[in-house]
């Protein structure tokens, strides 16, 4: 016999994991499925390749769909309990009244008075957000973060402290993308989730593959009933649901909505990769940016597209592994004696982080036989922005006393798309409210419903719209859950 849960949630990152949390702590029966380990602090160290095996995702690659030229992208993100909040650098940026603008043009996505949906429609979720997380300002600067603001100052920029969801405990070590070992970076994991499984008000299966939707025909049309999914041993498992949750990301979420076979056209398309690059400086005395709290700050004064469409970070992520597997100078990626030479001079090179607006022309598909593939399609106005944020990159650098310059080739954290919400159809996979235009009950709940990319970091968003979607949930207004609810202790 089948259990059943009021909800059903896949994936337990930014998104998954705060529907998960603010439905158990409302009270409602939630199962809380998640692909990857149950990590914890007390399993994090500065191991970086040991945590590339265990709580990322293989690295994934984004080519290109037309133009070779424009390069490959590498896709990173985590595949733990918690998803890329354990593994990212705590940097609390909420939507600008210019990205409302975007998602209007781009699907329209209202509020409840059928109005476009803008600030004061999240601002009551981001602060729910850090009232769970705790959020402060990071003005404890190191002498590096001083020194490259210096090279800011010279170029008549300005750089300034982030925002964050760290608290005091933060050793500034270093380590985020290995999880953090103090619990001072806070996550799903060890805030929505630690909680109310902690007090067995939320069911958590770890290391279980969603295979897909289970999607039948009602009185209405096609809703979903709840999911099917394998679990570490091998075993296959359905569950029913009042209502499913897809939050495995922009990446994965896509996916899962193919394979349950939910048929809208749009599913997988319109993904922004939010493009980003390291530009490194060599500097004569040593730095030791490995050893410092990232990010630390930010400069916006290029974030909006007209303005240049690029956000700096600095002092950034300075992993060894990191910083040395994706090494370019002139001559292209580097190897041989040049690429060990930068390497030993480790501790004098100081990176900064560009971060690129694009226009959400990836996609996410799959083959024949169903094994997934990511495209980009790149433009030229993409690329100059890319451009002119790496020369200003290195303006910078050398304002500040860098004598060399290297950069890395492209990656991403920042995927977001490929299930936009909107209030069409025609343009769009899932309503205001993330739920399926086709599939009643059926709810995409994480960074794939952003109708345009974010132009700084996204999971202080992707957390409020989740926070939104869960009251949502438990408000019921169509009767899709019990009427009973668990009682909290």
């Not at 998640?34 to 602090?41: D, F, I, L, M, W």
């Not at 095996?53 to 070779?68: E, K, L, T």
């Not at 024949?368 to 100059?384: A, L, S």
Request: charged share 25%; glycine share 10%; proline share 5%.
């Amino acid at each position: 016999m089948s259990e059943r849960f009021d909800v059903v949630v896949v994936g337990s990152g930014a998104g998954g994991g705060v529907v998960a949390g603010e439905l158990a702590r409302k009270g409602r029966s939630v199962l809380l499925l998640e692909v990857g380990p149950h990590r914890t602090a007390a399993d994090f160290t500065r191991w970086e390749a040991h945590a590339m095996h265990d709580i990322w995702w293989p690295i994934r690659m984004a080519m290109p769909s037309s133009d070779p030229s424009t390069g490959i992208v590498a896709l990173v993100a985590g595949r733990c309990v918690g998803g890329s909040t354990t593994i990212n650098t705590k940097v609390a940026l909420r939507a600008t009244q210019h990205e409302y603008d975007k998602w209007r043009e781009a699907s329209a996505p209202v509020n409840d008075r059928g109005e476009p949906l803008g600030p004061g429609d999240l601002d009551p979720y981001y602060e729910r957000v850090a009232e769970v997380l705790g959020m402060r300002e990071r003005t404890d600067w190191l002498e590096n973060t001083r020194m490259v603001s210096r090279g800011f100052d010279a170029v008549g920029a300005h750089l300034e402290p982030v925002i964050s969801y760290t608290d005091e405990n933060c050793m500034k070590c270093g380590s985020c993308l290995q999880g953090c070992p103090t619990n001072a970076g806070k996550s799903t994991q060890n805030t929505y989730i630690s909680v109310p499984w902690a007090r067995g008000q939320l069911e958590l299966r770890a290391e279980c593959h969603v295979d897909r939707v289970l999607v039948e025909q009602g009185a209405g049309g096609l809703e979903a009933r709840g999911v099917e999914y394998t679990d570490a041993d091998g075993a296959r498992h359905t569950v029913d649901a009042g209502a499913v949750v897809v939050a495995g990301g922009a990446l994965n979420t896509p996916q899962i909505l193919l394979r349950s076979g939910v048929p809208n056209p749009l599913i997988g398309r319109h993904l922004g990769l939010h493009p980003a690059m390291f530009v490194f400086g060599r500097f004569d005395e040593p730095q030791d940016a490995h050893r410092v709290y990232p990010i630390t700050a930010h400069c916006m004064d290029f974030q909006r597209d007209e303005d240049g469409g690029f956000v700096v970070e600095a002092i950034t992520v300075q992993d060894p592994i990191g910083f040395t597997v994706a090494l370019c100078d002139e001559n292209g990626p580097m190897w041989g004696r040049p690429l060990v030479d930068a390497a030993r001079d480790y501790r004098h090179w100081i990176g900064l982080l560009l971060m690129v607006n694009d226009d959400n022309n990836a996609s996410v598909t799959l083959d024949d036989e169903g094994r997934e593939q990511f495209w980009t399609d790149f433009q030229p106005v993409e690329i100059e922005r890319r451009e002119k944020g790496a020369r200003f990159c290195r303006d910078v650098l050398e304002a500040a006393g860098a004598t060399r310059i290297l950069w890395s080739s492209p990656a991403t954290t920042h995927m977001q798309g490929g299930c936009r919400m909107g209030s069409d159809p025609a343009t769009s996979v899932v309503d205001s409210h993330g739920e399926s235009h086709e599939v009643r009950r059926l709810f995409a709940g994480d960074s794939s419903v952003i109708p345009r990319t974010l132009s700084a970091n996204p999971s202080y968003t992707i957390m409020a719209l989740a926070t939104r979607l869960a009251e949502h949930l438990d408000a019921d207004p169509h009767g899709y859950l019990q009427d009973q609810r668990a009682v909290v202790a």
